[in-house]
């Protein structure tokens, strides 16, 4: 029996076509008139679209190529992904108190954004490597709790903690997801709890008086408090249908601040209101059910894992993003995927997408062999 | 090259189990994402918006130019002059600063602090700190400014009075809102007044504040996040409040002041066909451009502390003991109840005994065969005693408060006395106790319980000079208005009876023998009755020359006229606080009054 072979899985394709062309027509609002001037395209509009155009080649490069070479390559990319984190730390280009960028010369990005990526990458080789149907035990997760642990610790160093919480919600999702038994949970559920407070201890000055400002921004409503604030009142004052596009003031007259990259949603919900909001969510939740559905059907394992991996990052960071933007989470730098402004982000995501594509894909392909 | 990877059956139970699972969560997740954002834009989109607007949306107010207050004659007494405000923009406002700019305007951290406090978190309208700046403050603040960001000076129009002190008690000031006029004055049905207004406390100014107020006017800026205005939206003009025109005749004022300026007291004139004020005087008093700027403690303290209430108005808010000014209630009541004719005559001894009482005569001796002429000539205490007796103490009220006695006159000013018309009920009520026989005498020369205030002894007088009108004294200039539409009461006396009274107050004036030589001018006949209060009864001081009694212990010095005698223009009143016997030191006063106002610049 011959099965026709699908070319692509155009029920993650459109959605996503269909964000990132949302993505741009919103962009172009949240960076217009930056740089004080009323009118005129900013040159970051310009610079995103070119990197949406490196990401939908990376994209299709990525659907092409077959996932399981990523598997020879995961543990180096991890291990060059976790030297650069640290030369980052040494020496990266410093953006609000957090060296996080590291210069390549003619653009710089974010191995923290990579970081992401090469975890999904071994801990899915892990998990293919390790297949315990049952359930797993403590002693063997010791190896990919070292692998979540590394890349967590170094990024918290940066600091750049809403990337490592990522990392560490997208460690446990897998190792959650891969089966663990009833008293090794257990355990993992003690051991958070014990640690939390001592992680408020760690924790710098201005994170702790984000958590402070998180449950009371009106203590400090110009301080800390006010993007949480200036966010609320963005998103709720689109109301039904927004406030029409290119008219919302609150970031374009400034008072919303990082509009266009981590508070891109409150942008979006301002001009759009509950409807531009509720199609934005909608597109999300298409590639997520999608690539769940390609994680089941995925032909191994390493593929399973990988595809699940890729669709829990995208959730973690959609929620958290929208979550924040809406003031039911607490302000951490995180992108909503697509849509912030970021090169580094937009890449890796797209790149993702081309993987589950090639997940997809190769299904097929191993049955025509 | 299968074997390089583990396979397996996602439709097996427990695979699809999982995926259920995860799938049910993700969509917990977005649900909850959709409920809160029906939560933010649509449960609370409509205040959000408000805040949003708010953000970018900054509304300065114009105050508007108060209505301009004129003399009768159209001259100036109230106009309008700049005056700078500070304002502190809160989100822009570095709360360090507050230090400095304390210091600048002279005012205590805790009060800036307390300004700012109202500050809803959001707001990028300005606060208004201090409504009075002085010249070098606005220069220090300008200079400073680029270091002082959230901070802005504005102008607007200010009170400013043509003159400070002399007509303080009529004018009244105009200063920023309480609290407690802000409850006050807010209706359901008409809510004009917001925090930061800037209302009449006092005189003319509250009296008629709705009128003088103007509509005020308001810039809408739209501003961005920094507060750089991007352009202005809205410019609303204010418009001047209504002007009014006083009766009052300001040079006649600014004569009395002289006069008055170095006793306590008061004195009003007025044109006893018309009720219309032409002067109103009320000593000590205070400078009213120092009320429309901030009060040091200092000077509120002065003001306050001082011992003979310069705040008052003591023509309308003072209640002092009429003295022999009343005898006139006495004679109308008397002649009316036919209780005596102007021919009665009786002895006066120089002393009245009632059971074992003796009333003393304030002329040893007495005056000897008294009629009620020339009883109201000498003001014979003993032929008013005798006849208080025989009218009984209701009477004499009833007469009292026919004559505007015990009821406040209805002048359009704020904060008028009733005064007090004793009845034997009265006392009763108040103490517990029945009007003793003992009482009346006293009151019959107006030393017992009575109390008036001066503007009512000037209407009872214009009454007995205008024919029987009780006249509602005012200070509002209606071109329109007649002299009825001022008449409260008539007296319903006889004018044989008025003209007997008439005559005596005459006599009072220009016979020999009457109290008030000192009120006589050459060539017009003015008509008048003294009036010597005791302050207290204090018989330390009973043989005492009068300068050498202490000032405060010292009588209160009453003179009420009129004049010209055949057709009264003009009734006046005056008190000296402590300035002895009346004759002496108040009756000189009305005199210049009357001799000022009738000779205008005639005079040499």
Known sequence: ?369 | MHDEFHVYDPESPSIQHAYRRVLLILSLFIVVLIVRLWYLQIFMGSQLEFYSQNNHLRRIDIIAPRGNIYDRYGSLLAGNSVSYSLYITPPEFRSAETGTVADIINMPVRNIDDKLSSWDGFSYTPVLIDPYLSWEQVSRILAEKPFLPGISVQWQTKRLYAQGTGMSHILGYVREISDRELERMNTPEQEHYVSGDFVGKYGIEKMYDHALRGKDGAIVKLVDATGKEIKTYTYIDPVQGTSLTLTIDAKLQDYTAGLMESYVGCAVAMDPSTGSILAMVSKPSYDINDFSSRLTPDQWNKVLDDPFHPLENKCIQGVFAPGSTYKPVLAIAGLNEHVVTPATTIFDPGYFILGNRVFHDWKKGGHGIVNMHKALVQSCDTYFYRLGTLLGVDTIAKYARLLGFGRATGIDLPSEQAGLVPTSQWKEQTFHEPWYPGDTPPIAIGQGYDLVTPLQLLVAYAAIANGGDIMRPHLLFYPTATTSDYVVSKLGISMKILDVVRQGLLGVVNEPGGTAPGARIKDIEVAGKTGTAQVIKESAFKNVQESKIPEIYRDNAWFVAFAPFAGPRIAVVVLVEHGGHGGFASAPIARNMIDFYLHGDKLP
């Open chain 1, 1 to 369: 029996m011959k099965r026709k072979t699908p070319l692509l899985d155009y029920n993650l394709l459109l959605p996503v076509l269909l964000l990132i062309i949302v993505s741009i027509v919103n962009l172009y609002s949240a960076t217009m008139g930056m740089q004080g001037k009323a009118n005129g395209v900013s040159p970051l509009f310009y610079k995103q679209l070119l990197w949406f155009f490196i990401g939908t080649v990376a994209l299709f490069v990525f659907a092409s190529i077959d996932y399981r070479m990523l598997k020879k390559l995961s543990m180096v990319l991890y291990g060059a992904t976790i030297l650069l984190i640290m030369i980052t730390i040494v020496k990266g280009r410093t953006a609000y108190g957090a060296q996080r960028w590291l210069s390549l010369g003619f653009f710089s990005f974010q191995p923290s954004e990579l970081a992401k990526f090469a975890l999904l990458l071994v801990l899915a080789n892990y998990f293919d490597e390790h297949w315990i149907e049952n359930g797993y035990t403590i002693g063997s997760l010791l190896a990919p709790i070292i692998m979540i642990l590394i890349p967590f610790l170094l990024i918290i160093k940066q600091p750049d903690l809403g990337t490592a919480i990522i990392i560490l919600l997208i460690g446990a999702s897998i190792i959650l997801f891969s089966g663990v038994k009833l008293r090794t949970f257990l355990l993992f559920l003690v051991a958070f709890v014990t640690i939390l407070p001592l992680g408020w201890h760690f924790m710098k000055g201005y994170q702790k008086t984000r958590l402070v400002a998180f449950v009371d921004p009106y203590k400090d409503p110009l301080g800390s408090g006010y993007h949480l604030l200036q966010s609320r009142i963005a998103v709720g004052s689109g109301k039904l249908f927004g406030v029409g596009y290119l008219k919302g003031t609150q970031s374009h007259l400034n008072f919303l601040p990082e509009s266009h990259t981590d508070f891109i949603f409150s942008v979006l919900a301002e001009e759009w209101g509950f409807a531009g909001c509720v199609v934005v969510i909608a597109l999300f939740a298409f590639i997520l059910f999608e690539g769940l559905r390609i994680s089941r059907y995925a032909k191994d394992r390493f593929g399973v894992v990988l595809a699940f991996g890729i669709t829990i990052s995208i959730f973690l960071q959609f929620f958290i993003n929208i979550g924040m933007s809406t003031g039911i989470l607490p302000v951490v730098g995180i992108t909503l995927p697509f849509m912030s402004y970021g090169g580094t982000s937009v890449l890796m995501f797209m790149i993702e997408i081309g993987i589950l594509l090639s997940i997809y894909i190769r299904k097929f392909r191993f049955e025509e062999m």
